[in-house]
T-cell receptor, first 113, second 111 residues
């Protein structure tokens, strides 16, 4: 069964600290993996995309990694800010079209002063 | 540039009532999607439209119908609402290879 598991479910960190969110998937075949950020009351917004051949990709303070052999990805947030408080969703695509997506349940991150 | 616009933002229905959720995008994307998001679950695809004039069922289509009115607009209809359809509904659009662009959702409660 195609699944995307994220951990932890929720996380509270102090402003300025770093954190790492995990995503394990059993989706097959694999086309790409995206991380989305969803602010409360808003729709998800794409942060980064990882394809099979990519190991690491950065987008500002966000760094995503992918290990296609172990089917694991992580999202590392550096020097967290209050505005990083959101849910982070891992999404795996089985093909070229966006109708073949499997969504994780998300990790809810709270950054406190 | 508004992106993806959904209306209404909130709606309360009684069981058995019908309603249509509206979605419009101004990015000239070919593909549009309807998802539902429930607590403790990942987003689930209800219906999608790969291009103007085509629609296909997603993972959870029962109880819903869709219309791709033109390239910009994709509506979702609940003919006879049930409490199990209480959810947050998201419309999204994309081009091949691009990320999904989501609206800000319609929060629907069915009593």
């Amino acid at each position: 069964k195609n699944q995307v598991e994220q951990s932890p479910q929720s996380l509270i960190i102090l402003e300025g600290k770093n954190c790492t969110l995990q995503c394990n998937y059993t989706v097959s075949p694999f086309s790409n993996l995206r991380w989305y950020k969803q602010d409360t009351g808003r729709g998800p917004v794409s942060l980064t995309i990882m394809t099979f051949s990519e190991n690491t990709k950065s987008n500002g303070r966000y760094t995503a990694t992918l290990d296609a052999d172990t089917k694991q990805s992580s999202l590392h947030i550096t020097a967290s800010q209050l505005s990083d408080s959101a849910s982070y969703i891992c999404v795996v695509n089985r093909g070229a079209g966006s109708y073949q997506l499997t969504f994780g349940k998300g990790t809810k991150l709270s950054v406190i002063p | 540039n508004a992106g993806v616009t959904q209306t209404p933002k909130f709606q309360v229905l009684k069981t058995g009532q019908s309603m249509t959720l509206q979605c419009a995008q101004d990015m000239n994307h070919n593909s549009m999607y309807w998802y539902r998001q429930d607590p403790g679950m990942g987003l689930r695809l209800i219906y999608y439209s790969a291009s103007e004039g085509t629609t296909d069922k997603g993972e959870v289509p029962n109880g819903y119908n869709v219309s791709r009115l033109n390239k910009r607009e994709f509506s979702l209809r609940l003919e006879s609402a049930a409490p199990s359809q209480t959810s947050v509904y998201f419309c999204a659009s994309s081009e091949e290879g691009s990320p999904l662009h989501f609206g800000n959702g319609t929060r629907l409660t069915v009593t």
